[in-house]
């Protein structure tokens, strides 16, 4: 069976083909940006760094050149309609991640670009499976409270451009399987996290990128901030952070991730049209305040507060609210998830790893490396 992917060569989307490759034994075609060899590099490395492919493994991973925010997806007319012809499944990944960027993009590549594949997957099969990747922030402003699968509201507002651009997004899946009467498997991750080390030039993971952002602070390289040669033994590092002392996070392992939305979207039986939307989440939600915990052990010169309000805020804070922007937004939350079909549709999947300090050391990127006030200069 073919399946055609888009965003390969991201952080969920990788984890995807790959078992969709090597689990299931699909023939993956990927859709990817630049010239083909280009994307074939990116695709191939990113997959790649999963697991081994075997050579008659490797020989099902192919690739095309295209762009989802083009018409007929970036690519000549005659493949397009050829491809359409092949596929008997559509995995819709692709997606424009920055919180707080520029709205007009992220509503091009978020939602013009799912647009843009739902016409493609109008032209497949009847029995083509169409899965779209969406997420939890579709629930946008609502800060508390329990979210059902088929919630999709928005009457609570939304806390970034993005959060609206995957909520129009997914406006159009349910209005295309509703008139085109076909059934399409909707996924709402929350965040996904990995505790492995991220390899260099692969892509990342919110836990890891906020990782690296205090690290920086720690280590001196935001500005204003002395150097660990300069500073005496009883410097500490005050850094408030405009967030709820009470907001909560779910934050789901990439293994369990995986393997929930490959279950879902490639093995669990549709009934009936329409779209079928599944929480891929975690049971049990992680407090700011364990997060907290983790970075202040882990840099004993940092003091972590959660105000309301950041006064005369310093170069520290500075820098890390300029590079979290979307981050923060979400730092006032402490709703949870329903995940009633999701359960249903991976009866023996076991539930997901702890998310407790051990995990969050690695996710951060704090695993292995040395405190902030151990670094020579």
């Known amino acids: 069976m073919t399946v055609l992917i888009t965003g390969a060569s991201g952080f969920v989307g990788s984890r995807l083909a790959y078992a969709l490759l090597a689990e299931r034994g699909q023939r993956v075609v990927c859709l990817a940006r630049g010239s083909l060899a280009s994307a074939r590099r990116r695709v191939r490395e990113a997959v790649g760094a999963h697991g081994d492919l075997p050579p008659e493994v490797r020989r099902r991973l192919l690739c095309v050149s295209g762009d989802v925010t083009q018409e007929w997806l970036g690519m000549p007319a005659g493949e397009y309609a050829r491809l359409a012809g092949e596929v008997a499944g559509v995995w819709h990944c692709a997606g424009d991640i920055a919180l707080a960027g520029e709205r007009e993009r992220l509503f091009r590549v978020n939602t013009h670009g799912t647009a843009n594949v739902l016409q493609f997957a109008g032209l497949t099969a009847a029995n083509c499976r169409v899965v779209h990747v969406s997420t939890m922030v579709v629930a946008g402003g609502r800060t508390d409270g329990h979210v059902l699968e088929d919630d999709l509201t928005d009457a609570y507002g939304f806390e970034t451009p993005y959060d609206a651009s995957k909520f129009e997004a997914e406006q159009l899946v349910r209005a295309w399987a509703h008139r085109t009467r076909r059934p399409v498997v909707v996924l709402r991750p929350s965040i996904v996290a990995s505790d492995a080390p991220v390899p260099e030039g692969a892509a990342g993971h919110p836990m890891a990128v906020f990782g690296q952002m205090i690290d920086m602070v720690a280590r001196a390289g935001a500005p204003g901030i002395p150097i660990p040669a300069q500073r005496p033994d009883s410097f500490r590092l005050r850094l408030r952070l405009k967030v709820s002392p009470g907001a909560t996070f779910n934050i789901v392992p990439d293994r369990y991730a995986t393997q929930a939305m490959l279950r879902i979207g490639h093995d669990a039986p549709l009934k009936g049209s329409g779209a079928h939307t599944f929480h891929v989440v975690h049971g049990q939600a992680t407090p700011i305040r364990d997060i907290i915990c983790v970075i ?46 999701a359960l249903a549709a991976t009866p023996h999947l076991p539930e997901p790893v702890a998310v407790d300090a051990a995990y969050l050391r690695r996710a951060l990127g704090f695993e292995g490396a040395l405190p902030a006030a151990s670094h020579a200069p």
Do not use: K, M, N
């Open 296 to 341: 202040e052990a882990h840099y004993p010169i940092l003091r972590v507060e959660c105000v309301d309000e950041v006064p005369d805020p310093t170069e520290a804070e500075l820098f890390i609210a300029q590079h979290l922007t979307g981050f923060f937004s979400y730092c006032r939350h402490h709703r949870t998830y329903d995940r009633t079909h």
